[in-house]
């Protein structure tokens, strides 16, 4: 951070927009696991070009996406047996980044050895540890109700032109509902800052709310009339910086005959840095209800869609703006009550980079 | 200025081009009136996101473009009554940038305050006033025949990646006319330097020229034949950075029977930095003669747009050559005779500068 | 160089991707001969804008692109005789980069004088000397063998966007073509490395393979048909960093009657840093063949581009890659036995830099 001085509310700015904030030691979601395949692809995490692939055993594998030699991206490349082959020369390597052949010699190039990245697979996600292996202390965040029969998950993607810390918060912080998403969502009695507290290391938020028709974006996901006035609990959780879920559990008084009165969506929101101006950022709405028809999931996802492009197109206005104002991050960042669950979040970002001796304060 | 080195013409570079080189202790034309509406719209001005827009009641306002909450866009928003509303948790300010409402909360964060520009309204434009407000010790420079139903008055705008020194240099020095312009202006006979000299505070530059043709682009707001030989003294004035006119007097010695003799267009060059490699060109083109046609109008516009695009296209070349060329501004400055206004030009921003303690030499 | 420490393979990293890097006392290419005519072209050499025209009696010429009185690019202007006349306010310079006219006044400015570049024609080619003209101790490489009528010259040029010692390398090491080209030029069986060595100043390989058919897009060139085993001894050299040719000197063993048996595929490899990022390369592909139709001549010329375009896209990802990384060049770069001659090429251009009191090591 070049501006080291505390802003005008006596707080420093912690998001780190403009420069490197991202935490190494910990799981970030690289993919969908379906995007993972023998044919490589390239993504950029956390400042890093990384190439993705499977072996032909279907083992997932990350790599720094430069081959050792003369530096092509071996994203262009393809994958033999266990082995990813160089576009360039035809150098190849195994899940380790060690070099297995290089065609044109027979003498090994032992120092042809390319950093590899652990990843795992959990729930509909690759997930990838970018620091130092050995600090590996825990597995991924449990998601096992993405694979769950009984739950219907709905799925999106979309690639951010801001830093991730403003996608963070932004879904920390609902209260955002009733005003940015006021012809989208059309749940405007979020208008109170919801409680906040700590489940273990989760940030957590949770609100009561009176009875009132449902946003229409879940009503076709739990078979509800758009009018029917419902009674709704919040709750939200970010068991890490990679991760929250937001519940709406729902509860209908007045169900039809033999019909259920409770129902939950859970949001899911997934951030990993591109770089400090772009982010992957993965969302998941997920309904316990088996077997959702492909038609109640599209017309969700493409509502949920176009809520989430007004988060998008805002925060973009917001980080280009900030990028490319003179004055940069030396301004007042004013905090409100609701803002809770977003004061927790850089508290875990800074307790975080303090473990891996760095600071954003 | 990286390089404070005069160059091998005895001249320190004073143009600034490739950093802030814009006094802020002046009133810049932020708008035509009509595009400030109470839709709120951003604008660059001065390296500074600006949100302009117009209460309810009609004033217009200018604050700083961030939300001192999120900071988020405020142009973004939208007005009620008198006060501007944040799109994303509808914080509410007014005119003068105090917050007036946080809607998740009933304490006022006394903090929340956004920096306020004083703006005026002035003939067809709303200047802005980005500097100290404590500073203003004058009001817009005069443009009262804009409004005056005695003058037909044609207006543009273009946004030109070029530093706004480049332009009111241009505009100064209309010996570029015969060369430039050529095909468009055909205003072939401008091969001398005009004289320049003071009034006031005012840059001014005078020049008579024999009977010859006038250009086509004004005959027809004249109503002359495109053939007709006529005199015409060239008067410009600049009466502030921001400001410069060129009077194109025309007197027709041979008038048809009951036919006006004189007439004059006023060229009106007005430009305001956006940022040092883009600037805001509003222009205007006025006769003294009420109720022009709108087919005249329109032929007349398109004949100044197609001409000052031949500008714009060569200013912005010479901008994207400088700004990318390693050697940046260290090269020759060679002045000529006709650069006698452009020179004095460089007087006035020097001296402004200096009077806010900065300075370019 | 930033960064200045050996890599962990003990070797410099001396192709400064991010740095200027080009040596500065030789000739380049600035254009085919033909590109350059009596309306001047703008065109980026060695970080320098350039405008390149011929007088009206033909003789070529390049100055720097930025008139010594207002900055003007030069390029937009036009020949008037032997003169380059300024598109702004028409002043004239001759072929050495003096004034010879500033049309508003009659004294001249004896400081307006432009920075000029020698230029020769030789071969295809006009050849620029950006360094110290008293430097000038050679002529441009020999080129004769393509104005002459018994080789048929079929030519291209692409601008990419990489490093030119990128593209410098990748021609002086063709064993990339069993890999990369492996679906263009299908010639799969250069998998060793060849012997590489000095005539004089220039760089060399040669390699001599078995019985194998020819790439196809080199068949029609010769008359051979696709399938037919010929042996091939593939001779390359680089005289200057400028330019290299690779020979593929082709004996059919079993020539149909009265047909001829040898021949020579004559590739031509030019590299000109438009800046560090950026690269144009001109390419010829010459055939000791008297007049191949139009036909053959453009099927060779769309399956050299195909190929040409795999190099393209690598190359030019690599350079993305390696540019937007913080890890910038501080990385392996582990050298093949295949890289003899690149290893050369390096040799050569830090000789070169050090000759010019520069270094990248």
């Given at each position: 951070?070049?501006?080291?001085?505390?802003?005008?509310?006596?707080?420093?700015?912690?998001?780190?927009?403009?420069?490197?904030?991202?935490?190494?030691?910990?799981?970030?979601?690289?993919?969908?696991?379906?995007?993972?395949?023998?044919?490589?692809?390239?993504?950029?995490?956390?400042?890093?070009?990384?190439?993705?692939?499977?072996?032909?055993?279907?083992?997932?594998?990350?790599?720094?996406?430069?081959?050792?030699?003369?530096?092509?991206?071996?994203?262009?490349?393809?994958?033999?047996?266990?082995?990813?082959?160089?576009?360039?020369?035809?150098?190849?390597?195994?899940?380790?980044?060690?070099?297995t052949k290089a065609p044109t010699q027979t003498m090994m190039p032992k120092t042809a050895q390319i950093p590899s990245f652990p990843v795992k697979e959990a729930g509909a996600f690759i997930w990838i540890w970018m620091g130092d292996p050995k600090a590996?202390?825990?597995?991924?965040?449990?998601?096992?109700?993405?694979?769950?029969?009984?739950?219907?998950?709905?799925?999106?993607?979309?690639?951010?032109?801001?830093?991730?810390?403003?996608?963070?918060?932004?879904?920390?912080?609902?209260?955002h509902i009733a005003f940015l998403h006021k012809n989208t969502f059309k749940q405007n009695d979020w208008i109170t800052a919801p409680e906040t507290y700590w489940e273990g290391d989760s940030i957590c938020y949770e609100q009561e709310f009176d009875l009132?028709?449902?946003?229409?974006?879940?009503?076709?996901?739990?078979?509800?009339?758009?009018?029917?006035?419902?009674?709704?609990?919040?709750?939200?959780?970010?068991?890490?910086?990679?991760?929250?879920?937001?519940?709406?559990?729902?509860?209908?008084?007045?169900?039809?005959?033999?019909?259920?009165?409770?129902?939950?969506?859970?949001?899911?929101?997934?951030?990993?840095?591109?770089?400090?101006?772009?982010?992957?950022?993965?969302?998941?709405?997920?309904?316990?209800?088996?077997?959702?028809?492909?038609?109640?999931?599209?017309?969700?996802?493409?509502?949920?869609?176009?809520?989430?492009?007004?988060?998008?197109?805002?925060?973009?206005?917001?980080?280009?703006?900030?990028?490319?104002?003179?004055?940069?991050?030396?301004?007042?960042?004013?905090?409100?009550?609701?803002?809770?669950?977003?004061?927790?979040?850089?508290?875990?970002?800074?307790?975080?980079?303090?473990?891996?001796?760095?600071?954003?304060?």
């Open positions: 951070m070049k501006d080291e001085t505390p802003n005008a509310n006596g707080q420093r700015i912690p998001n780190g927009m403009l420069e490197d904030n991202y935490p190494r030691n910990m799981w970030w979601v690289a993919a969908y696991r379906e995007e993972v395949t023998q044919k490589p692809i390239a993504r950029w995490l956390l400042d890093t070009p990384v190439v993705l692939y499977r072996t032909e055993e279907g083992t997932p594998a990350a790599l720094y996406d430069r081959c050792p030699h003369r530096w092509a991206p071996l994203s262009e490349g393809h994958v033999s047996g266990t082995q990813l082959v160089c576009p360039y020369h035809g150098m190849e390597f195994d899940r380790a980044g060690h070099c590996i202390d825990r597995d991924p965040p449990d998601v096992s109700y993405q694979s769950d029969p009984n739950w219907s998950f709905i799925t999106g993607y979309m690639e951010v032109a801001a830093n991730w810390v403003l996608i963070r918060e932004n879904v920390m912080d609902l209260t009132a028709p449902l946003s229409p974006l879940f009503c076709a996901g739990m078979g509800l009339p758009e009018d029917k006035p419902i009674k709704r609990v919040q709750k939200g959780w970010m068991p890490s910086l990679a991760i929250s879920f937001s519940d709406w559990k729902v509860h209908d008084p007045n169900p039809d005959p033999g019909k259920r009165s409770d129902f939950i969506m859970r949001g899911c929101h997934i951030v990993t840095p591109s770089n400090k101006g772009q982010t992957h950022y993965f969302w998941g709405a997920a309904f316990d209800v088996p077997e959702i028809s492909p038609q109640v999931a599209a017309k969700t996802k493409d509502s949920v869609v176009a809520a989430f492009n007004e988060d998008k197109a805002l925060l973009q206005k917001l980080q280009a703006n900030v990028s490319a104002d003179p004055r940069g991050l030396d301004y007042l960042e004013v905090t409100l009550g609701a803002d809770g669950a977003g004061v927790k979040v850089r508290q875990v970002l800074n307790k975080q980079l303090a473990q891996e001796g760095r600071s954003l304060t």
